[in-house]
């Protein structure tokens, strides 16, 4: 993975920033709030109900928190964001988080 | 798990627990320097107390300006694990906010600040049970070529024998990346850590290249000659968002369940690489 979001000078203002990723950039954020890593948990999404890696998630990042939505139906099934309060995280959109066991590893 | 939170000490003794390694912020300073492509390059950094990662994983780096404003992005690592040292290959974002720094100024002895490694998904570690004896696809759009490139590194270095195939999607010559290294890698498929590697250009195709510009199709992915199976137990997908799309569409059309698909998306631009 190599991303960018374009800065406010770009010719576009800088239009592009809400570029859609998935999980697995989102994962450095979520990895100091949850014990494992998260790319490898199943998440239930609230609202359809289909479960996908945690991976395959959209990440909507680069505004003041960092957003996840579902592949399928595109509602938001979890959200952070670091304020000088603190760590805020919403996981109301989402039914269930599976953690499976890493195979093979401690 | 990629790190961990206990360690023995060399006589034995139990390690004070260190704080999860991949949200720790770790000071890095700039090494080495390689030119991938007319618009990417290699930055190989030194960060003490990095004690490895696996192949397809990847790590945040922060840029922090005078006035206090940071920036982070993510970039696959580069290489296979070498302790103390972190290779990112970063492909430049015209407009960018960081991309342009890191690829057309940073200089050595810069420091910037990195988190990792992350994700433990998107791996393809050498002897996975999970694969068994393979056959691995490797399908890349654009830059999505360097964590693949760094797992077909680390199947190399561990002389592990899984028949693997690259397909690599680019606009055209000056696009490619890791050029000379893919050659070696794919001139004699008999020799220990070779790899099929088919380049797909879908915009401008170098002299004597036999397939005509066009987006990855069905025939792109088909199973190879020297694969056991008809189809790889494992696909790993990494490149823009709607390329990821693409290639997803044309696997499930070719028969291949979900489970055996992983991938990884990034960045604005569309299918064309």
């Given at each position: 993975m190599s991303w960018d979001l374009p800065t406010a000078a770009a010719p576009d203002g800088g239009?592009?920033?809400?570029t859609v990723l998935d999980g697995n950039a989102a994962a450095g954020e979520f990895a100091g709030i949850?014990?494992?890593?998260?790319?490898t948990v199943t998440v239930r999404c609230g609202s359809c109900g289909v479960a996908q890696a945690f991976g395959q998630l959209q990440a909507y990042m680069g505004g003041p928190g960092t957003v996840l939505r579902c592949r399928e139906c595109e509602a938001m099934v979890a959200r952070v964001a670091r304020t000088p309060q603190g760590v805020w995280l919403d996981?109301?959109?989402?039914?269930s988080w599976l953690f499976l066991p890493a195979p093979g590893r401690a | 798990m990629t790190d961990t939170n206990t360690t023995e000490g060399p006589a034995g003794s139990s390690v004070k627990a260190t704080p999860p390694a991949r949200n720790h912020w770790r000071k890095a300073t700039l090494i080495g320097v390689r030119s991938q492509s007319q618009h990417s390059r290699t930055l190989v950094l030194r960060v003490p107390g990095w004690t490895g990662h696996l192949p397809g994983q990847h790590v945040d780096l922060r840029l922090t300006a005078e006035d206090g404003y940071s920036a982070q992005r993510s970039y696959s690592l580069a290489e296979p694990a070498t302790p103390g040292r972190v290779a990112v290959t970063v492909d430049l974002l015209p407009h960018g906010e960081v991309s342009p720094y890191l690829v057309e100024i940073m200089q050595i002895g810069d420091e910037l600040d990195v988190r990792g490694?992350?994700?433990?998904?998107?791996v393809w570690e050498p002897g996975d049970p999970s694969i068994g004896d393979g056959p691995v696809l490797l399908i890349a759009g654009g830059s999505g070529v360097v964590p693949l490139v760094t797992m077909l590194r680390a199947r190399k270095r561990a002389g592990d024998s899984t028949p693997t195939t690259l397909v690599y999607s680019l606009r055209g010559p000056r696009d490619l990346m890791y050029g000379p290294e893919l050659e070696e890698m794919s001139a004699d498929l008999s020799a220990p850590g070779s790899a099929e590697v088919r380049l797909v250009y879908t915009r401008k195709v170098p002299d004597g290249h036999p397939r005509p510009a066009s987006?990855?199709?069905a025939g792109d992915i088909r199973p190879s000659s020297?694969?056991?199976?008809?189809?790889?137990a494992r696909v790993y997908v990494c490149g823009p968002s709607g390329f990821v799309d693409h290639a997803t569409r044309l696997l499930r059309e070719a028969g291949y369940p979900d489970d055996r698909i992983r991938t990884e998306r990034f960045g604005p631009t569309g299918v064309d690489r």
């Open positions: 239009a592009g920033s809400g949850l014990a494992g890593d998260p790319t996981m109301s959109g989402s039914s | 490694p992350i994700g433990g998904w998107f987006h990855l199709a020297s694969w056991p199976e008809p189809s790889a």
